[in-house]
């Protein structure tokens, strides 16, 4: 059973950037698609990028041409960049990860980000 664990959490000023980081174990990680999804006060959480084991990608509108998700399966690690964060995107980010082979996807504990002045 694969264990995710995030980091990069942080405060930013609007315009500024940050790195997410879910470092996965306990399983064959190339095997499993990863996303990150987020999840605002009082909204329901929402899938913001996914990544294949081959590295195709999918992203919400949003967030196209602001925030790139990418992996290293050799480091058993996925990675969510976002640059000119907007208040918008302050939510708390969590790392899933998903496979036709399990009953129900596997979650990290969420990281938070805010922007703000």
């Known amino acids: 059973q694969v264990q995710l664990v995030e980091s990069g959490a942080g405060l930013v000023q609007p315009g500024g950037s940050l790195r997410l980081s879910c470092a996965a174990s306990?399983?064959?990680?190339?095997?499993?698609?990863m996303g990150w999804y987020r999840q605002a006060p009082g909204k329901h959480r929402e899938l913001v990028a996914a990544?294949?084991?081959?590295?195709?990608?999918n992203d919400k509108n949003s967030v196209k041409g602001r925030f790139t998700i990418s992996r290293d399966n050799s480091l058993n690690t996925v990675y969510l960049q976002m640059n000119s964060l907007q208040p918008e995107d302050t939510a708390v980010y969590y790392c899933?990860?998903?496979?036709?082979?399990?009953?129900?996807?596997?979650w990290g504990q969420g990281t938070q980000v805010t922007v703000s002045l």
């Open positions: 899933n990860a998903d496979s036709p082979a399990i009953v129900r996807s596997i």
């Open positions: 306990g399983g064959i990680f190339n095997a499993y698609t």
């Open positions: 990544i294949t084991g081959g590295g195709s990608t």
